[in-house]
């Protein structure tokens, strides 16, 4: 086979050669890929078509959350999933005092896998089987910690997320969002019902991805 012909490697290294990591969470980050790769074969959690691909297609693309936001501390990561990005959130920070991501999944098989890998890579990570609907009120009343931001990925277009995300969004927390190529259209949609500044970055791994910041939120006024 030529040389050039070979698969790109997938290893931490995707992840190294853009983000500076301590050793510790380069092998955080490696004890959760290699406990997806055991789930995946009996839970499904990720599209199978993508585990090849993991590191560039998931926790790459994942890191580029904190990224938009480096000084916070406190995450709530609304439809986790496998935990992309929470749970790769909550592994960069297992370093830095007061960090702390909770995990919002409404499906009990991804929840016991997010509970695992918490629990076995001592990532500041608290995952919730729970419906967002349910949850993000209470966690927003949390005056102790205030939650300084809210992620998703691929959970819905814009102006549903920041239905969901309001709560949290209204009380201080700026939305970290993954978005597509659909984002123009989103954001048109959005601004039907809401007022809100947003900042838009390039996804790491994603050529047509990007990462929104979005501040200031609030419902426009029916009339
Ligand atoms: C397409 S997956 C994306 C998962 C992950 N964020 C990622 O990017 O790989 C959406 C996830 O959101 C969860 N979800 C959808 N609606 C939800 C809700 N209302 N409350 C809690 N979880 C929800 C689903 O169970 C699913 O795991």
């Known amino acids: 086979m030529p040389r050039d012909a070979r698969p790109p490697l997938d290893d931490v290294s995707v ?26 074969r009996a839970k499904n959690l990720v599209g199978p078509g993508t585990l090849d691909e993991v590191w560039r297609r998931h926790v790459l693309d994942s890191t580029g959350a904190l990224a938009a936001l480096p000084t916070a ?10 935990g992309f990005p929470g749970m790769v959130t909550a592994i960069l920070l297992s370093e830095t005092a007061g960090a702390q991501v909770d995990l919002v999944e409404s499906n009990a098989r991804k929840v016991a896998f997010l509970k695992t890998v918490a629990r076995t890579t001592a990532a500041p990570a608290r995952a919730h089987a ?6 993000v009120a209470g966690l ?11 992620s998703a990925r691929a959970l819905a277009p814009l102006d549903r997320l920041l239905a969901l995300a309001a709560p949290l969004m209204l009380a201080g927390a700026a939305g970290i969002f993954h978005k597509g190529r659909d984002l123009a259209r989103e954001v048109e949609e959005a601004r039907a019902h809401w007022r809100f500044d947003l900042v838009e970055h390039p996804s790491r791994s994603d050529p047509e991805g990007r990462i929104v ?5 609030a419902p426009l006024e029916r009339g």
């Not at 927003?140 to 809210?150: G, L, N």
């Not at 910041?213 to 939120?217: E, H, M």
């Open 73 to 82: 501390r406190r995450w709530v990561d609304l439809g986790s999933g496998a």
């Open 140 to 150: 927003a009343a949390d005056r102790t910690a205030p939650v300084e931001a809210v």
């Open 130 to 135: 729970a419906r967002i609907e349910d949850v």
């Open 213 to 217: 910041v979005v501040r200031d939120l």
């Open 15 to 40: 992840v190294t050669e853009t983000v500076p990591l301590t050793p510790a969470i380069a092998a955080r980050l490696t004890t959760y890929v290699d406990l997806l790769h055991q789930w995946q």
